[in-house]
């Protein structure tokens, strides 16, 4: 939840005018939206949902030169069931831009900002680099519990010390070119991700890298997933230099350009018609406060519930 709603905030502050102006204005739904495709997955059973929030990239034989980006194309290229067994990711991210761009067209702001939220979620997935691979869990190399620790413990823990001013949005030529790179060069930090807590597992025993109970036992959170000790947290952050803070900069960058690109591909339209002046003028005072706050780096406070 850190990760996802912080990527869509910091993003709005990211996108030019009048974009910026817009989105701020329905910022609070844009955040919370963010985790609205896990909800869709995890509480109401969603099948379809799964197989959106990841792509294993080693079991499609994918190289940079054979990774078929046209969603049509890849879909007659693979069956159904071997969509849902490997994952749609980014033939996902492709066909959610799309729609988005014709939610702009025709001015459809419901459709924009659902589709807006909801494509935020994804990009995040696509910058994780453990959902690019079907090692997702560490499940293969007996380092379950990493997928969670990676994407939810430490942004919890040292997330007040990332730095999300990355920059204005710029506008994508070739969106199927940059989706596949964005997914390339998300699996290339997979082994990466791995092998620090390969080597951490070497100089931690059990009870010094995880929180543990008067037996001995790993704690865990209300998701089943095992909670790692601050000293071990520490000793991964440190190791991985900032390559999760990097990740969620790299995600709220290409989520904002997206955003814009669709916008663009659209034909710009107007967009403050679609809210009120009234609530445009009372947006103004805390547009400004939070502009003000983004330019350091930071985000709102947003008070989403702890998961470790």
Known sequence: MWGHQHINRAAIFTLPEPLRSFYFRHADYITEESVVPDVRKYTMGDKAEFARHFIDMEDYHFSSDTFEMNPKKAYTQY?????????????????????????????????????SGDLGHYIGDASMPLHTTSNHNGQKTGQQGIHAFWESQLPEIFGSTYQMNIGEANYIKDLEKNTRELILHTHSLADSVLLIDK?????????????????KNPLKNRYGNPIHSKAYAEAYHQASNHLIERQLQKAAYMLSCYWYTAWCNAGKPELNDLDSQSYIESCRENYTKEQLLWKTGKTIEIGNKKEF
């Open 199 to 215: 080597i951490l597992g070497l100089k931690f025993s059990k009870e010094t890298a995880y929180q543990c109970d008067t037996n």
């Open 79 to 115: 069956d159904e069931k071997t969509r849902n067994e490997l994952g749609i990711l980014p033939w996902y991210i492709l066909e959610m831009t799309q729609k988005l761009t014709e939610a702009f067209k025709n001015k459809e702001k419901a459709a924009i900002l659902l589709l």
